[in-house]
C-alpha cells in the first residue's frame, strides 16, 4: 500500500493531489493505448475540446482573427451565390441596368473579398496551431523530464517518440482542420439559414434541417461507427512504430540470426491489420460523405418545391426563387467540411487522452511542496534501512543500510540482479523507498528537490548514454561553462586525450547515434570524463570498468579512486578482483519475495 | 514538383486501380453535376417565367431525386476507393523500404533510426491526405471542366469562352506557384525529422541529462526547435496559401465576372433565363475541383516529399552480394583493413590472422584496436577495404551472405533484445526450438535461474530493448539465443561483459562445453576468458587509446 500512496502523493497538472491516487497509479502500469482510448470514450469531446481551448490561450487573438476572417471569406462565397441568382432573376424581368448596379458591384467584391479573407484566415489560422504546438511539445517534455526514468518502465520507447511527435502533432489538426473549420461552419450556416428563413419560412427550416443533419447527424452516426476502428487504429499504429523502431534497431542482431524475414512478416501482418482497420473507417467516411450529398441535393429539391408552391401562392417574389433554392449549394460547400472536421477530431482523440494519461502519470520522486536547502558541509549520504521496488508490489531491496563519508570509497558488490543499481536509483532520488529513508548530512532527500540532491551525488552508469552530436557537446552536458583546458583535464583524466587529439575533427568530431562511431570502451571513457567534468561531491561509480581491457580497466579504477581526492565514492561492481584501494566493501544478496533479510556484510 | 510522381505507379500497384477507379467515378460525376444544374435551371424558369405549379415540374423534381441518389452512391464510393487504397499503398511502400532497409545492412542507409521509423509511419501517413483528397480531384479537375464546357458551349459561347480562358490561367499559377513551395516543402519535412530524431535523443537521454541537471534547459531548446519550426512552416504556408489565394481569386472572379455578365445579356434579350441559370449553376463547378486541389496542395506535398524520401533510399544500390555456397575449412585474414566514413584512423588496422576449424581463439588488444570490426567482417556487416578473408581458399564476398550466416551465431558487445517475450528472444536464431531444448540453452546460460523467479517465466515480456532486466541478465539471455542457434561457428563479443565472478566462471565452463566440435572466435579482454581460448591473436599493432 506504500507504493499506492506514493502516487497519491504525485502532482496533477492543477497542482492539487489527487484522492484517487490508487487509480492513477493502476491505469499508469497498464500503460498502453488500447486501455487509454478504452478508458477515454466516458471522458467525451468536451473535456478534451476544453482542454485544447486552454491551451489555446496564448494564441487567443490570431485564432479570433483567424476566425473572422473565415467567416467573411465563406458569408462572401454564399452572398455570391445569393446575390448573382437575384442578379439573374431580376434582370430577366428587362429593367433598366442602372436598378442592377448595386448588385453587380455586390457581386464583384464577394468574388473578390472571398479569396483574400481565405487567405487570411489560413495564415493566421496556422499560425496560432504552431504557437499552441510549440507550447504543448514543451509541456509534454516537462513532464516526461519528471518522470524519467523510473516513472516511465511502463511505457516504451518507440511509443514514447510516436506520442511525443504524432500525439502532440494532433493539435495542429484539431485547431486548423477541427475546430477553426467548425466555428466558421456554424455561424456561416446560421446566417444563411436566418437568410433563407426571412425570404421563405419552409425552405429556411428544409435548409436548417439538411444543415444539422450533416452537421451533428453524420458526425454523430460516423463517431460510433468509427470509434470501433479508430479504437483499433491508434494501438495498431503504436505497435507498427514501435514494431518499426524495434526492427530498426535491432538490424544487426536479426540480420545475423536470419530472423529478419520474420520480423519483416510480423510488421506486414499489424499492417494488414492496420489496412483491415483503415477500411472500416474509410467506410464510415463513404457514408458520411454520402449522406452530406444527400442532403444538399434534399435542401436545393425542398427549396424548388416549397418555392414553387410559394411563388404561386405569391407569398414568394418569382425573382427569389433563384435565391431560395440556389443558395444553399453555397452554403453546403462550407458547412460539409463539418463531418471530416469532426472525424479528424474523433482521430486526434486517442492521441489526445494518451497525452492525458502522461499528464497524470505519477511521479516516482516527487518535489517536496516546500523543499528544505542543500545542507552545507562535505555531503555525507547514507540508507537507512531501506526498502524499495521500482513497480507497484515488486521489492528490489530489502532492509539496506549503507554510508558514503566525504572521501571514503565504498565497494557494492553482488551478484547481477541483487538490485545494486537500485541503490544508485535511491541514491540519485530517481526512487523513493517504500520503508527506511535515505538521508543527505541527516536531511531525508524526500524533503530536498530532487534536482539538488543530483547535483551532489552524480552517476556513471553501466549503460552510458552519449547524445547524437560531437564530442565536445556530450562532454559540455557535464559542465556548459567548462574552458578548453577543463575539457582536457578530465578527457586526461578518462585517458582519452591522446586519442582525440589524433582525431583530424578533435572534439569536434560527432559521436553518431547513440555514440555508434566509438568503439565501447571509447565510449565508457568520454561518458568518465564528462562524469568527471561536472565533478559531483559525491560519485557512483556503477561498473565504469565494464569493456574495457584488465589492464586499463585495472588501471583505470586505481586512477579513479584516487582523483576522487575528498569525494565520497560508491563503486557497484560484480567484480571482487581489484578492491584492494577502497575503504570497505558491502555485499549484497538478492531480496527474496517471501520478506526474509538480504544480508549485508562489510569488511575492511 | 509533379502532382504524380511516376515512381508511385511503379512502386505501389494499388495506385494504378485507383486511377482508374477515380477516372470511372469522376466522369459520372461530371455527368450528374450537369444533369443536376440542367434540371433546376428548367425547374425555376418553368415556376418563375411559366407559372408553373407543383405537379407540372414533378417529372423534374423526381429526376432531381435520382440525381442526388447516384450522386450519394458517387461520393460514397469515392470515399471508400480512397481510404481503400490509401492503406494498400502505404503499406506496400513500407513493406518495400523496410525490406530495402533491411537488405542495405546495419547503418547503410544513411539515416538515423529515429528518421527511418518517422518515414515509415508518420511519414507515409501524410499520404493519406494525398490519396483522399489530392488525387481525385486531381482527376476531377481535368474531366469536369471539360463535360462543362462541352455543356454550356452550346448554350452560350461568351460564358464558355471566358471560362475557357480563364480556367488554365490556374494550372499556369499553380505551377509556378507550386514549383517556389517544392523546396520550401522538402526543407519542411527534413525539419520534421530532424525534431523528431532529436526528441528521441533527448528523451532516450533524460537520465543523463537529468544527471548532470540539463534535462529543464532541453524544454528551452524544444521551445526554440519549435518556434524555428513554427517560422519555417509560416515561410512555406504563407507561398503555398498564396497559390490558393490567386486559385480562388481567379476562380470567384470568373464566376463573378460570368454572372455580371450573362445578367447583363438577360437585360438586353440576348440570352433565355433557363441558360442565364444553367451558366450560373455550372461555372462554379467548372472551377471547384482545381480549386479543391489548390486546397489540399499543401497536404498533399507533405505527403509526396516523404514519398520521394522513400524513392530516394529504395534507389540505393544494395551491395554486390555472393552467390556461392559457403565454404567449410580454415579462415584467412590476410592484410585486412576496415575503415569507415568519417573516422581517419582504420577501424581494422591490417590484421593477419589464420583459424582453423574446431579451434577456440581470443582476439585480443586494447579496447578501439579492432576486435569488433574482425567479427563484423566475418559477419558480412563489413567488408575489407583493402586484404581478403577467405574460408577454405574462397573469398568471403563471394559467398551469399544469408547462408554464411545461417551457420554463424554471435553475440555482440551489447546484445539487442526485441519487445517480444524471453523465450521469443532466445528463439530468435532458431525459431523451431523446443521448450526443452531452449530451456537447457538458458540453463546452460545461466539464465534459467532468475527466468524461472519471474512470475511469468519463459513467457515474461521484454520491455523496450530488454528493459527491466540488469546489464548481466540480458547478457545472459544473449548467450542463450547463440547456444540455441547451434551453429559451426560462434562468435563471441567480449561474452563475460557485465557478469559477476561466479557467473563468470559457470559461463567460461558452459562456453567451453559449447565449444566442442565449433569453431569459436572471441573478443575478449579479461585474462579468464582468454584463458579459455586455445590460442589468442592479437589485434592492431599500436594501442589506439592508451
Known amino acids: 500500500m506504500t507504493t499506492v500512496d506514493r502516487a497519491g502523493r504525485a502532482e496533477t497538472p492543477t497542482g492539487r493531489a489527487p484522492r484517487n491516487g490508487a487509480r492513477v497509479s493502476r491505469r499508469h502500469r497498464s500503460g498502453h493505448a488500447t486501455g487509454a482510448a478504452g478508458r477515454q470514450e466516458s471522458g467525451g469531446h468536451a473535456g478534451l475540446i476544453t482542454g485544447v481551448l486552454r491551451l489555446c490561450r496564448p494564441a487567443a487573438g490570431q485564432l479570433g482573427l483567424a476566425l473572422l476572417a473565415g467567416v467573411g471569406a465563406a458569408g462572401a462565397g454564399v452572398g455570391l451565390m445569393a446575390t448573382s441568382a437575384w442578379l439573374i432573376s431580376r434582370a430577366a424581368q428587362h429593367p433598366p441596368v442602372l436598378h442592377l448596379m448595386v448588385a453587380i458591384v455586390a457581386v464583384r467584391a464577394f468574388g473578390i473579398g472571398r479569396g483574400v479573407l481565405r487567405y487570411v484566415e489560413r495564415i493566421a489560422g496556422h499560425d496560432a496551431a504552431l504557437r499552441v504546438l510549440g507550447g504543448l511539445r514543451v509541456r509534454t517534455y516537462r513532464r516526461l523530464e519528471r518522470l524519467a526514468p523510473a516513472g516511465l518502465t511502463a511505457f516504451r520507447r518507440g511509443d514514447l517518440v510516436a506520442r511525443l511527435v504524432d500525439d502532440v502533432e494532433s493539435v495542429l489538426d484539431v485547431i486548423a482542420r477541427v475546430l477553426l473549420p467548425i466555428a466558421v461552419a456554424a455561424v456561416t450556416g446560421a446566417a444563411t439559414v436566418l437568410l433563407i428563413g426571412n425570404l421563405l419560412p419552409v425552405a429556411g427550416a428544409a435548409l436548417a434541417a439538411s444543415l444539422l443533419a450533416v452537421a451533428v447527424g453524420v458526425p454523430l452516426v460516423q463517431a460510433a461507427a468509427v470509434r470501433r476502428a479508430d479504437a483499433r487504429l491508434a494501438p495498431l499504429r503504436g505497435a507498427l512504430a514501435a514494431g518499426t523502431v524495434d526492427l530498426l534497431q535491432g538490424l544487426p542482431d536479426l540480420i545475423a540470426h536470419g530472423a529478419v524475414g520474420r520480423a519483416l512478416t510480423a510488421l506486414d501482418r499489424t499492417d494488414r491489420q492496420l489496412l483491415t482497420a483503415a477500411r472500416r473507417s474509410g467506410a464510415a467516411a463513404g457514408v458520411s460523405a454520402a449522406v452530406t450529398a444527400s442532403c444538399t441535393g434534399l435542401s436545393v429539391l425542398a427549396g424548388l418545391a416549397a418555392g414553387a408552391v410559394a411563388v404561386r401562392a405569391g407569398a414568394l417574389p418569382g425573382e427569389l426563387l433563384a435565391v431560395v433554392v440556389l443558395t444553399p449549394l453555397a452554403v453546403f460547400e462550407t458547412v460539409g467540411t463539418i463531418p471530416a472536421a469532426a472525424q479528424r477530431l474523433a482521430a486526434a482523440r486517442s492521441a489526445l487522452g494518451r497525452l492525458a494519461e502522461i499528464a497524470v502519470a505519477a511521479d516516482p520522486a516527487p518535489d517536496p511542496a516546500a523543499p528544505v536547502p542543500l545542507p552545507d558541509g562535505p555531503p555525507t549520504v547514507r540508507l537507512e534501512g531501506v526498502s524499495a521496488g521500482w513497480t507497484p508490489g515488486q521489492v528490489v531491496l530489502r532492509d539496506v543500510s549503507l554510508t558514503l563519508r566525504p572521501g571514503r570509497r565504498v565497494a557494492l558488490v553482488g551478484p547481477s540482479g541483487a538490485g545494486k543499481s537500485t541503490v544508485a536509483a535511491l541514491l540519485l532520488r530517481w526512487l523513493d523507498p517504500l520503508t527506511g529513508r535515505v538521508t543527505l548530512n541527516d536531511v531525508d532527500i524526500r524533503d530536498l528537490r530532487g534536482d539538488d540532491v543530483r547535483r551532489t551525488v552524480g552517476y556513471l552508469g553501466d549503460d552510458v548514454y552519449l547524445f547524437d552530436t560531437t564530442i565536445e557537446e556530450n562532454l559540455r552536458v557535464g559542465r556548459p561553462a567548462a574552458t578548453a583546458a577543463e575539457l582536457e583535464t578530465a578527457l586526461a583524466a578518462a585517458r582519452l586525450l591522446d586519442w582525440v587529439r589524433t582525431l583530424p575533427a578533435g572534439l569536434g568530431t560527432p559521436v553518431g547515434e547513440h555514440g555508434v562511431t566509438l568503439s565501447g570502451g571509447q565510449r565508457r571513457r568520454l561518458a568518465l570524463a564528462r562524469v568527471l567534468l561536472a565533478d559531483f561531491p559525491v560519485l557512483i561509480l556503477d561498473e565504469p570498468t565494464e569493456h574495457l581491457d584488465d589492464g586499463t580497466a585495472a588501471e583505470l579504477t586505481r586512477d579513479l579512486l584516487a582523483a576522487s581526492g575528498a569525494r565520497a565514492v560508491l563503486l557497484i561492481t560484480h567484480r571482487t578482483d581489484g578492491l584492494d584501494d577502497v575503504d570497505e566493501v558491502v555485499t549484497l544478496l538478492p531480496a527474496r519475495q517471501d520478506g526474509s533479510r538480504a544480508s549485508t556484510a562489510k569488511h575492511g | ?546
Open chain 2, 1 to 546: 514538383m509533379r502532382p504524380l510522381d511516376p515512381r508511385l505507379l511503379r512502386h505501389a500497384r494499388a495506385t494504378r486501380t485507383y486511377l482508374a477507379l477515380s477516372v470511372v467515378l469522376g466522369l459520372a460525376l461530371a455527368a450528374l453535376v450537369v444533369a443536376q444544374a440542367t434540371l433546376l435551371a428548367d425547374g425555376i424558369t418553368a415556376v418563375y417565367l411559366h407559372g408553373a405549379d407543383v405537379a407540372r415540374i414533378a417529372p423534374t423534381l423526381a429526376w432531381l431525386a435520382a440525381v442526388v441518389v447516384l450522386r450519394a452512391g458517387v461520393a460514397w464510393a469515392q470515399e471508400v476507393s480512397a481510404a481503400r487504397s490509401a492503406a494498400a499503398v502505404k503499406r506496400q511502400l513500407r513493406s518495400r523500404l523496410l525490406t530495402h532497409v533491411a537488405a542495405l545492412g546495419p547503418g547503410a542507409a544513411g539515416t538515423g533510426t529515429g528518421e527511418v521509423a518517422t518515414l515509415a509511419t508518420r511519414g507515409l501517413d501524410a499520404l493519406d491526405a494525398y490519396f483522399a483528397r489530392y488525387l481525385p480531384h486531381l482527376v476531377l479537375a481535368a474531366l469536369v471542366p471539360v463535360v462543362v464546357l462541352a455543356r454550356i458551349a452550346p448554350a452560350d459561347l461568351v460564358a464558355a469562352g471566358t471560362i475557357a480562358v480563364t480556367l488554365p490561367l490556374i494550372p499556369v499559377f499553380m505551377a509556378l506557384v507550386g514549383m517556389h513551395t517544392e523546396t520550401a516543402n522538402r526543407r519542411q519535412f527534413r525539419l520534421l525529422a530532424r525534431l523528431s530524431h532529436h526528441f528521441l535523443d533527448v528523451v532516450a537521454g533524460l537520465p543523463t541529462l537529468r544527471i548532470f541537471g540539463r534535462a529543464k534547459r532541453q524544454a528551452g531548446i524544444i521551445a526554440r526547435i519549435s518556434a524555428e519550426q513554427r517560422a519555417t512552416t509560416m515561410r512555406t504556408l504563407r507561398v503555398a496559401f498564396l497559390s490558393s489565394l490567386v486559385l480562388e481569386l481567379l476562380a470567384t472572379l470568373s464566376v463573378a465576372l460570368v454572372a455580371v455578365g450573362i445578367g447583363l445579356r438577360l437585360v438586353d434579350g440576348s440570352l433565355g433565363l433557363a441558360t442565364a441559370l444553367l451558366v450560373l449553376i455550372l461555372a462554379p463547378e467548372a472551377y471547384l475541383p482545381l480549386r479543391q486541389v489548390g486546397a489540399n496542395y499543401h497536404a498533399s506535398a507533405e505527403g509526396l516529399a516523404a514519398a520521394t524520401s522513400v524513392f530516394e533510399i529504395l534507389e540505393q544500390p544494395l551491395p554486390p552480394r555472393g552467390t556461392a555456397p559457403p565454404p567449410a575449412g580454415t579462415m584467412r585474414f590476410e592484410n585486412v583493413v576496415v575503415r569507415h566514413e568519417g573516422r581517419s584512423d582504420a577501424s581494422l588496422p591490417s590484421f593477419t590472422a589464420e583459424i582453423h576449424p574446431g579451434e577456440v581463439v581470443a582476439l585480443t588488444g586494447p579496447s578501439g584496436c579492432g576486435k569488433s570490426t574482425a567479427l563484423a567482417v566475418l559477419l558480412g556487416f563489413a567488408a575489407p577495404g583493402t586484404g581478403s578473408v577467405t574460408v577454405g581458399g574462397h573469398d568471403l564476398t563471394t559467398v551469399d551472405p544469408d547462408e554464411w550466416r545461417r551457420g554463424v551465431a554471435w553475440l555482440p558487445q551489447r546484445p539487442w533484445l526485441s519487445t517480444g517475450t524471453i523465450a521469443d528472444n532466445i528463439r530468435l536464431g532458431a525459431p523451431g526450438a523446443t521448450a526443452e531444448s531452449l530451456r537447457r540453452a538458458a540453463a546452460q546460460a545461466g539464465a534459467l535461474e532468475f527466468i524461472d523467479a519471474l512470475p511469468e517465466g519463459m513467457s515474461t515480456r521484454l520491455g523496450d530493448d530488454g528493459a527491466g532486466l540488469s546489464a548481466g541478465q540480458r547478457q545472459r539471455i544473449a548467450l542463450a539465443r547463440v547456444f540455441l542457434r547451434d551453429a559451426p561457428l560462434v562468435l563471441l563479443d567480449e561474452p563475460t561483459a557485465n557478469l559477476d565472478a561466479e557467473t563468470e566462471a559457470g559461463i567460461l565452463a558452459a562456453i567451453r562445453t559449447h565449444a566442442a566440435g565449433r569453431t569459436v572466435i572471441m573478443a575478449a579482454h579479461r585474462p579468464a576468458l582468454i584463458a579459455v581460448a586455445d590460442r589468442s591473436i592479437p589485434v592492431g599493432r599500436t594501442a589506439v587509446a592508451a
